[in-house]
């Protein structure tokens, strides 16, 4: 394939001659009444089809007791049932007795835990974080916007914190920290992160795990949703945070959390959360006056169907093997429609559920609503960005695991489009004002 | 049966015979090393073997798509599924637009709502209920422990108002809500309630729904748990609450919850929610920041196994025919063992999970403490009342129907035993002060 031209160095002339083939490419696709969506990070049903077998591998006539002897149908077990523990603290490298697990929302424990922060505090909070004049969260961005949603309905000040290759900028996450007590956490997505699709260098999580916080009860929302979610051959390695944390003598600092959304079935799984022991019996107190218990069956279900550690990586590769060509498809079709001009540039993940681009200054919004005009919907420009606001307007989520392959192969055309077109404007405007 | 003689008539001398038989046979049971547990409102494994059917209603080849056409094994849909809503909302006789379908409890939902009123008020709140310098709620007492407890935990000032024959002492609710804008709500469990098995009169229905309220935001928390839990032929009618409130002019003062946790199972049911839509578009924008949404598949599993109001009617027959006889046992030995004694009261309810029993003031901690030391299990004394602080120490609740018939016939003896111990040494003790 020839190799693209640089748009910024094409003459007015030509600019204007490209953007009328593309607006009549635009139309015609307008005139298709398509109906895509790439916007949330959704397994497709063959995924969920992986799972099938969970729904009917508990029997009537199976024992449905829990390793500790309790009928897993009956009320009890606040912190999930003994062989989901064993499991799940392998899957975050933690111990038994330092994770719960809970229902079926990895989110909703998240949300539960700056809730129960905001009205009691943490484990060795002065007071309830809400007691204070101002709390603020350092928001590592682009970043993952239900994260910030949960901020605003806290009203917790969000404090955006550039995203580099290899983590959070750690030269402003240790001077902000380390300055100002009312930063009582970071929101941290560390693997294949959302939407970037990097990985925690082993350097930032051991600057994570030693800085020093003038909030004593500063803690890291560390939240490893894509732990075993490869999208390639190549598989990320994450540096333990936790051991980490107690060797950097800071073993109370970092709240982690899971789930098998996006292993067995999102709506069905089972979330879990791994912490040091004393934060854990801070926390059952205060869980024990909110439920009986979590659903004990599902966590059996779980147990049953993923077995172990390498049942669980045999299921991932069916699921790359699904996820892959789409991954694949965006990543060609961005290369061969945007590549060498120079007006936009993404990651190649590794991992995790997203693709994020980043276009020229002050297009992406404009992206997002033409490409709605023609009947694909993208995560809203500025989602990931602290109260929906990208100061360059720029990020754009491209979520691609949901459609079909022939409707991504579209839905990623008009994309593309639309990129072209918004970015041939701003160019033009550019010329314009020179 | 002989009558027999009123304690509280024997001569000295007859009551300390009757103390050393008493002491005899309690130090009997003693020997046996019993271990019985008569504490919680726990479903038999006889009751849950009624729901096996359930755990494979849903098989592989099915169709698990809800009635909106949505994937129930894949993320979304906040609310609950519509055909969930359709059933639930029959069995609180509310519209389907009235109500959520949450996860498996409604303690859960009940604790996330007040913690939503701490933090952001209510529809139509002028502020958070955390930041007003005092927050009470009403507790007819004796009542349920774990919603004491969720007041203990935010910190909400318990007042406690009497349980009559007929519900609260509306008297003192009407007058206490009138003159105290600090009181935001009430807890009821309104049919066959917890412990008393009380189903509130008409009239108390109509006064709550109708009384004035200083506090604009004042709700009555109607935890409507055993709507369908009969024990005996004579059902309990309970006037609807949420009508009431809507022709008193007050349509947005309850919040209804209810849950299959004991018609189908205790820790993989469904809990259900129902208010008004103003103050529910209030909850949909506050929990849309918690979760994705709920496991629809238990709910499609629920809705596919309980069919309709009908099949929930005749599975609650069966799970009565299990659960009757102990009610009859418990009640026939309790007549047998301590009628005519003068030195007990209690109930005989007509549905919900409880036999609620008074002693003699001042007897209930000991008759609690002695049968645990002889192996049986009650609920703690003084659990029933705000701060475990039963004022005239005399309620204690009975849970009949986890234990076996046999367990259960044990379990009684010795705990009417117990209450004839400490009974003739109370009244020992005061002849001695006479």
Chains 1, 2 share one sequence.
């Not at 748009?7 to 030509?14: H, M």
């Not at 045999?314 to 991954?327: E, G, S, T």
């Not at 290369?335 to 993940?349: R, T």
Request: proline share 5%; net charge negative.
């Amino acid at each position: 394939m020839e190799r693209q031209s640089d748009y910024n160095r094409l003459a007015v002339d030509e600019l204007n001659q490209l953007a009328r083939q593309w607006e009549d490419r635009y139309e015609a696709y307008k005139n298709r009444n398509l109906k895509l969506d790439m916007s949330r990070g959704k397994p497709c049903p063959e995924q969920l089809d992986l799972s099938a077998d969970m729904l009917t591998i508990l029997q009537p006539g199976d024992s449905i007791q829990a390793a500790d002897g309790s009928d897993c149908r009956n009320y009890g077990g606040l912190d999930g049932i003994p062989e989901a523990k064993e499991l799940f603290a392998q899957m975050l490298g933690v111990s038994r007795n330092e994770v719960i697990i809970g229902g079926n929302s990895s989110l909703n424990m998240m949300h539960d835990t700056i809730s129960r922060a905001m009205l009691h505090g943490v484990y060795g909070s002065q007071s309830p974080w809400g007691k204070k004049e101002a709390v603020k969260f350092l928001c590592p961005s682009p970043g993952y916007d239900r994260h910030f949603a949960i901020c605003e309905l806290f009203n917790i000040e969000m404090i955006a914190v550039d995203m580099l290759q290899d983590g959070p900028d750690m030269d402003a996450v240790e001077r902000l920290v380390r300055e100002d007590d009312s930063i009582k956490g970071i929101w941290c997505v560390p693997k294949y992160s959302n939407p970037d699709g990097i990985t925690y260098a082993d350097e930032t999580v051991d600057r994570l795990a030693g800085m020093t916080a003038k909030a004593r009860d500063f803690r890291i929302i560390w939240d490893d949703a894509y732990t075993v979610h490869h999208v390639s051959d190549n598989h990320d390695q994450l540096k333990n945070i936790f051991a980490a944390c107690k060797a950097a003598g800071n073993p109370h600092r970092v709240f982690m959390y899971s789930s098998t959304s996006k292993i067995t079935l999102p709506g069905s799984g089972v979330a879990v959360m791994a912490t040091s022991e004393e934060n854990l019996q801070t926390i059952r107190k205060q869980i024990a006056v909110q439920t009986i218990g979590p659903d004990k069956i599902n966590q059996l279900r779980h147990v049953r169907f993923l077995k172990n550690m390498d049942q669980i990586r045999l299921h991932m590769d069916k699921q790359a093997a699904i996820i892959n060509p789409k991954f694949e498809l965006v990543l060609n079709k961005l290369e061969s429609e945007l590549g060498g001009k120079n007006i936009a540039s993404w990651n190649k993940p590794n991992g995790g559920y997203f693709i994020s681009l980043n276009t020229l200054d002050g297009c992406a919004k404009e992206v997002v609503h033409l490409a709605a005009q023609a009947g694909v919907t993208l995560t809203p420009a500025g989602a990931t960005f602290p109260y929906g606001n990208d100061p360059r307007d720029r990020n754009i989520r491209i979520a691609p695991t949901f459609p079909s392959i022939s409707e991504l192969e579209t839905a990623i055309d008009v994309f593309c489009l639309c990129v072209e077109l918004v970015s041939i404007k701003k160019i033009l405007a550019r010329e314009l004002h020179k």
